[in-house]
């Protein structure tokens, strides 16, 4: 079955404690992104890959980061996390801008 | 930069019709439209592409204009199943061909 596979689906951690959230694609897709989702804000793209060893800063990129070593994963790392990062975060990939992009199911992280 | 997306919200009995708009700023090659229900993944709708070219959905129809870079979804005979935020994605000429920039987000709700 094609899919992308987030994990975890929930996370609680305090302030200043690393944490990397885990993307993985079964489509030997190129493209990858992170978005992270707030009320009223839809979904603000935080990184994005166009294959591996190339990726670019989304819109908002600050206090985060992220690897593309292979094709099907695409990690994002919160070194230091804070109180401003409790946010829903999605994973996604696709073929390219003229085809579909799939959605990981989720990650909810609350940071106190 | 987000494309803007109007109405932020609208309420429907079941069968009227609704249209959700989507405007940027930049000049456009693609837009996509994704349906999000509470709590889980966008999921695909309809991909519109620079020229005419369009891939979704049998029973969502939508528009393109390049020369405005505006997009409208139209929801017909809506049904109870049509609830949930819609969203814009455009893919814009300059940036990364897979680089999908999300709107805030329609929230629409179908009564019976």
């Known amino acids: 079955e094609a899919q992308v596979t987030q994990n975890p689906r929930y996370l609680i951690t305090v302030t200043g404690k690393k944490l990397t959230v885990t993307c993985s694609q079964n489509m030997n897709h190129e493209y990858m992104s992170w978005y992270r989702q707030d009320p009223g804000l839809g979904l603000r793209q935080i990184y994005y890959s166009m294959n591996v060893e190339v990726t670019d800063k989304g819109d908002v990129p600050e206090g985060y980061k992220v690897s593309r070593k292979e094709k099907r994963n695409f990690p994002l790392i919160l070194e230091s996390p804070s109180p401003n990062q409790t946010s829903l975060y999605f994973c996604?990939?696709?073929?390219?801008?003229?085809?579909?992009?799939?959605f990981g199911q989720g990650t909810r992280l609350t940071v106190v | 930069q987000q494309p803007v997306q109007s109405p932020q919200a609208v309420i429907l009995r079941e069968g009227e019709d609704a249209v959700i708009n989507c405007s940027s700023s930049?000049?456009?090659?693609?837009v996509h439209w994704y349906r999000q229900k509470h709590g889980e993944a966008p999921v695909f709708l309809m991909i519109l592409l620079k020229g005419g070219e369009q891939k979704g959905h049998e029973k969502i129809s939508a528009s393109f204009n390049e020369k405005k870079q505006q997009s409208s979804l139209y929801l017909t005979a809506s049904q109870l199943s049509y609830s949930g935020t819609y969203f814009c994605?455009?893919?814009?000429?300059?940036?990364?061909?897979?680089?999908?920039?999300f709107g805030k987000g329609t929230k629409l709700s179908v009564k019976p």
């Open positions: 996604a990939s696709s073929l390219g801008g003229k085809t579909e992009a799939f």
């Open positions: 930049k000049a456009l090659y693609s």
């Open positions: 994605g455009t893919g814009n000429y300059g940036g990364s061909q897979g680089n999908l920039i």
